[in-house]
Nanobody
Framework: QVQLVESGGGLVQPGGSLRLACKVSGYTLDYYAIGWFRQAPGKEREGVSC????????YYEDPVKDRFIISRDKASNTVYLQMNSLKPEDTGVYYC?????????????????WGQGTQVTVSS
């Protein structure tokens, strides 16, 4: 059974950093893309970043470009999202999701498995 578990969320001041982790079990990351999505209070869920199964394939949405870094650790079957220079507008529940894609896309319908989410709050 495929499972994704997010961790690493919390409360951080503006300008601070957090590293989210998405631990995947039940299958190997070799053939799947992992996407990070977020949902702010009162808003629809939106894409943040993704990494495809092709080595080096990554994508970032404009609001997080140059601040967030996505990476995958094959040994631990975990995908990380390093979030730097955090802003209050980055607040929300962050979800990771898995889809069978070589080159990742940020279409939610292309992801078959989802985690439960981890809360990120950026506030002073």
């Amino acid at each position: 059974q495929v499972q994704l578990v997010e961790s690493g969320g919390g409360l951080v001041q503006p300008g601070g950093s957090l590293r989210l982790a998405c631990k995947v079990s039940g299958y190997t990351l070799d053939y799947y893309a992992i996407g990070w999505f977020r949902q702010a209070p009162g808003k629809e869920r939106e894409g943040v970043s993704c990494t495809g199964s092709n080595v080096g394939n990554t994508y970032y949405e404009d609001p997080v470009k140059d601040r967030f870094i996505i990476s995958r650790d094959k040994a631990s079957n975990t995908v990380y999202l390093q979030m730097n220079s955090l802003k209050p507008e980055d607040t929300g529940v962050y979800y990771c999701a898995a889809g069978y894609q070589a080159m990742c896309v940020m279409r939610q319908k292309d992801y078959d498995y989802w985690g439960q989410g981890t809360q990120v709050t950026v506030s002073s």
